[in-house]
T-cell receptor, first 110, second 113 residues
Framework: QKEVEQNSGPLSVPEGAIASLNCTYSDRGSQSFFWYRQYSGKSPELIMFIYSNGDKEDGRFTAQLNKASQYVSLLIRDSQPSDSATYLCAVGSNDYKLSFGAGTTVTVRA | KAGVTQTPRYLIKTRGQQVTLSCSPISGHRSVSWYQQTPGQGLQFLFEYFSETQRNKGNFPGRFSGRQFSNSRSEMNVSTLELGDSALYLC????????????FGEGSWLTVV
């Protein structure tokens, strides 16, 4: 079983819609959770981080964490063509590394 | 504040050669980690350094090594290159601690021919 699993893509959404990305992780001791966005040919860019159960909002992005279910999600509201990218879920424990999911590719249709 | 700086950005090497990649972390950040990204395996952790000490190492062969200097700058080395080592090598830095956010550099694209 992979440490971090993301819903398989690609995910295509119309402009203005909500894109929903899901991620599950296997290590119950995980303490920190991140979403990175990666454009083709570029390095990952941090979008959100969340440490506590519940929701965290930043602009059009909302991260949700449920440690009991070992589940973290990212919602992108009012999706824009510039949101078209691969979104990586990353999970950190107390071992100085992040474990990444395979990524979900999102395409926003104009 | 300048971001994480990696050099070189692009390089082509021949099988059997070795390569050294360099990383300068964000000013004030003492932790540097390295990741390999390939289409097939995704982003995989190589190693992490803090105050010149390796604190964790990923599941890579001994051909992959790294070090950190007193100014927090880091290098990684891959010896006896194989075709499968072709990848994007990403350096990331963070201030300290286990949970603090890591920030990636632009990466070094290595092609082994």
């Amino acid at each position: 079983q992979k440490e971090v699993e993301q819903n398989s893509g690609p995910l295509s959404v119309p402009e203005g819609a909500i894109a929903s990305l899901n991620c599950t992780y296997s290590d119950r001791g995980s303490q920190s959770f991140f979403w990175y966005r990666q454009y083709s040919g570029k390095s990952p860019e941090l979008i959100m981080f969340i440490y506590s159960n519940g929701d965290k909002e930043d602009g059009r992005f909302t991260a949700q964490l449920n440690k009991a279910s070992q589940y973290v999600s990212l919602l992108i509201r009012d999706s824009q063509p510039s949101d078209s990218a691969t979104y990586l879920c990353a999970v950190g424990s107390n071992d100085y590394k992040l474990s990444f999911g395979a990524g979900t590719t999102v395409t926003v249709r104009a | 504040k300048a971001g994480v700086t990696q050099t070189p950005r692009y390089l082509i090497k021949t099988r059997g050669q070795q390569v050294t990649l360099s990383c300068s972390p964000i000013s004030g950040h003492r932790s540097v980690s390295w990741y390999q990204q390939t289409p097939g395996q995704g982003l995989q952790f190589l190693f992490e350094y803090f105050s010149e000490t390796q604190r964790n190492k990923g599941n890579f062969p001994g051909r992959f090594s790294g070090r950190q200097f007193s100014n927090s700058r880091s290098e990684m080395n891959v010896s006896t290159l194989e075709l499968g080592d072709s990848a994007l090598y990403l350096c990331a830095s963070r201030e300290q601690g286990d949970s603090s956010t890591i920030y990636f550099g632009e990466g070094s694209w290595l092609t082994v021919v």
